[in-house]
């Protein structure tokens, strides 16, 4: 049967539909921070990947891709330090966009302790390195990334992340239809061990009776029923959630309106064990009854 849509009677040809946007990753982050193990998991997802372009060459690729394979084929491009001069241009380019392509910055970052023994396990020079000492080169990279970092629609931090953890992380944020919607990740932490570097929202659940005195409870943690209701019947618990949650809502309503689809929100308490993690738990359920895509995470739990 002929579906061609009739002549307009004005004699004008109709408007075809646009084709939807295709997805384009950029991937990029501090030298050892995992962009290979990142970029090696979209390729098993089955994305196109180019590691180590010029920025100057990815609206080529995307062309190529999209003659070749069609937009439907997403597309992931490792550009970083290693492209010398032209890596400057990265952040000029992604703001200019490219048509055809819904665009993800997705920044890979650890501590310059880690970085230091991920480098020296690969027997490798810091491509900023120069003459000078290892940890040099990763704080030049640091101080060159800043700004990048700042622009970045997902932040990971792969400090405590072990290979098979960074890949689950990868394919939960890329791998699925989903990924269209905005994913709220909510992770409990201690503040002792430091804030998660990658958090756009921290809430401090100090302000909260801790379990940890209360003798029955202290071996147990914010995942049993009897710390979560300890934690979060209290008044002033219902009171933090009842104004809180809503604030995240409003919040990623922003975020996908300015193309922003990951939102990190903290939740410290002292050791990450029992107040963070009940109310990471409860905050997480609500959102969710909310109908956003939230998941909880504990970054913390079993340090102690």
């Not at 004008?12 to 384009?24: A, C, K, M, R, S």
């Not at 001069?85 to 000029?92: D, I, K, N, P």
């Not at 880690?114 to 390195?129: D, G, I, N």
């Not at 931090?157 to 989903?178: F, M, Y």
Request: charged share 30%; proline share 7%.
């Amino acid at each position: 049967m002929d579906r061609t849509p009739p002549p307009d009677p004005a004699g004008e040809q109709p408007t075809p539909p646009e084709e939807p946007l295709g997805e384009l990753v950029v991937l990029t982050g501090m030298t050892g921070a995992g962009r290979s193990t990142a970029a090696k998991e979209l390729e098993d997802l089955g994305w196109f990947v180019v590691d180590n372009l010029p920025p100057e060459l990815v609206d080529d690729v995307v062309a190529l891709v999209d003659h070749s394979r069609g937009r439907e084929q997403p597309v992931a491009v490792v550009v970083d330090t290693r492209a010398g001069a032209f890596f400057e241009t990265l952040q000029e380019h992604l703001a200019l966009g490219i048509p055809s392509r819904r665009t993800t910055l997705v920044y890979l970052e650890a501590s310059d302790d880690l970085l230091v023994r991920r480098q020296e396990a690969a027997r490798r020079p810091h491509p900023l390195q120069g003459s000078g000492r290892l940890l040099d080169g990763i704080r030049r990279e640091r101080a060159v990334m800043a700004s990048l970092r700042g622009d970045a629609d997902l932040v990971v931090d792969t400090t405590s992340l072990n290979v098979h953890q960074l890949k689950n992380r990868v394919s939960r944020a890329l791998g699925a239809p989903e990924r269209l919607r905005l994913q709220v990740t909510v992770v409990s932490f201690g503040f002792k061990y430091g804030i998660p570097v990658d958090s756009d929202l921290v809430a401090d659940m100090r302000f909260l009776p801790n379990p940890y005195w209360v003798p029955e409870l202290r071996a147990l943690t914010g995942r049993d029923t009897e710390v979560a209701d300890y934690v979060t019947d209290r008044a002033e618990a219902q009171r933090f959630l009842e104004r809180y949650v809503p604030v995240v809502e409003v919040l990623s309503e922003g975020y996908l309106r300015e193309g922003k689809r990951f939102m990190t929100v903290a939740i410290g308490c002292t050791g990450g064990k029992h107040r963070s993690v009940a109310m990471t738990e409860e905050i997480t359920a609500r959102l969710r009854s909310l109908g956003l895509d939230a998941r909880a995470t504990h970054r913390d739990l079993g340090r102690e």
